[in-house]
């Protein structure tokens, strides 16, 4: 994968056209005239027909190629039948595709080795665009001021359809100007902006932490302690929104030493592990905001000769590969990465290519895994 540059294979997006014919040549004694001066053609491309429908020709062609799995209202499903009607555009699907027929959406990410997450959401949107015949182009920008700017403009002299802007943590994120004046639709994949501008999809974190504790309520703990990750990250701050949302409503004080910062690495788990069993009354559950916190969670459990989870019970978030493997297998939440960019291309896919406006941020549910490591506390 090289950065700034594409990953998969690509081509120049074209719309299709239609002659429209100026008239019958006229006949006379059944010969046929010469003409006396070939008139020039009007073509009727789908862009036209998307301009006249007021939407994207990423809309227009879900509609004409009846594409199945895209949610389109039926009033623009009929706006676009008629607008192509009145235009005289006939419209051919089945028509064998040449390299200048790939039509594309591009995904600019931030940085993708970072982190799985990026590639399962990649994946999830290739599986939705490919519904479509669109192939996923992915470029890499670091946020670089030089190099993004750039990145964007390769991204539309390529002719894309529309553009997924990306980022690896959820955050707050300042979007290029070059893309407030695209002429596509543009969706923010994992970031969002104070003005709401663009379509935008985050995990639900807050539920997230809330589901993580209510699940350990649930088996009837009390006393639950909570091991976040770095705080100066939304995830972070989301997560333990959700944990004190689930005590509050479930009428149980909260108890600021049953917190600990962590890092996301296990080694933090670990430590703060040890110092939460430390404590005069210690928790009988432990909420780690990261799989990886709770490997350092058990090893440190197991040290001190509790059992998981009989004496302790544990739930992690993420649901990385690991998660399957501890012993007991790790209860745990997974993060709606792949469902995530499913929704980004369809999102785009359904987009008015110039509306610009105000979207609220659609927040994805992350679901429960359960698993092994969560039992009713000791008596």
Request: aromatic share 6%.
């Amino acid at each position: 994968m090289t950065d700034g540059t594409m990953t998969e294979k690509h081509g120049r997006s074209t719309g299709e056209t239609n002659k429209v014919a100026d008239g019958p040549s006229s006949r006379q004694a059944g010969r046929v005239k010469p003409a006396r001066k070939a008139r020039q053609a009007k073509q009727v491309t789908m862009t036209d027909v998307a301009r006249a429908a007021g939407c994207s020709q990423s809309t227009v062609s879900v509609v004409l190629n009846d594409t199945q799995g895209i949610k389109i209202s039926r009033t623009t499903r009929e706006r676009v039948y008629s607008s192509a009607k009145q235009l005289g555009y006939k419209h051919q699907k089945s028509r064998t595709a040449s390299a200048a027929d790939c039509r594309q959406i591009a995904i600019i990410f931030d940085r993708i080795a970072t982190s799985p997450e990026a590639v399962v959401s990649i994946d999830g949107a290739r599986e939705t665009g490919w519904r479509t015949g669109h192939i996923i182009s992915i470029f890499q920008s670091f946020n670089d001021a030089d190099m993004e700017p750039l990145t964007i403009k390769a991204a539309l002299q390529n002719n894309v359809e529309a553009i997924i802007y990306a980022t690896i943590m959820t955050r707050q994120v300042v979007v290029p100007e070059l893309l407030y004046a695209a002429n596509i639709p543009v969706v923010l994949l994992n970031c969002y902006t104070d003005d709401h501008a663009f379509p935008t999809v985050v995990p639900g974190e807050v539920a997230g932490g809330h589901r993580a504790t209510a699940a350990l309520l649930s088996a009837g703990h009390q006393r639950i302690a909570h091991i976040t990750g770095e705080m100066w990250m939304d995830a972070s701050q989301d997560r333990l929104k959700g944990y004190r949302q689930a005590l509050a409503t479930a009428d149980i004080p909260f108890y600021p030493e049953l917190v600990r910062e962590g890092n996301w690495q296990p080694s933090a788990g670990y430590e703060h592990a040890h110092a939460l069993m430390k404590l005069p009354d210690p928790p009988t559950a432990i909420f780690c905001s990261n799989d990886r916190m709770a490997v350092g969670c058990y090893e440190a459990l197991k040290e001190l000769g509790l059992s998981i989870p009989g004496d302790v019970s544990v739930i992690g978030y993420d649901d990385e590969e690991v998660a399957r493997h501890l012993s007991p297998q790790l209860t745990t939440l997974v993060l709606p990465h792949r469902d995530m960019g499913r929704w980004s291309v369809e999102t785009a896919l359904a987009a008015s290519e110039s509306k610009r406006g105000k979207y609220r941020v659609t927040k994805l549910e992350c679901p429960l895994v359960e698993r092994n490591s969560i039992a009713p506390p000791k008596a």
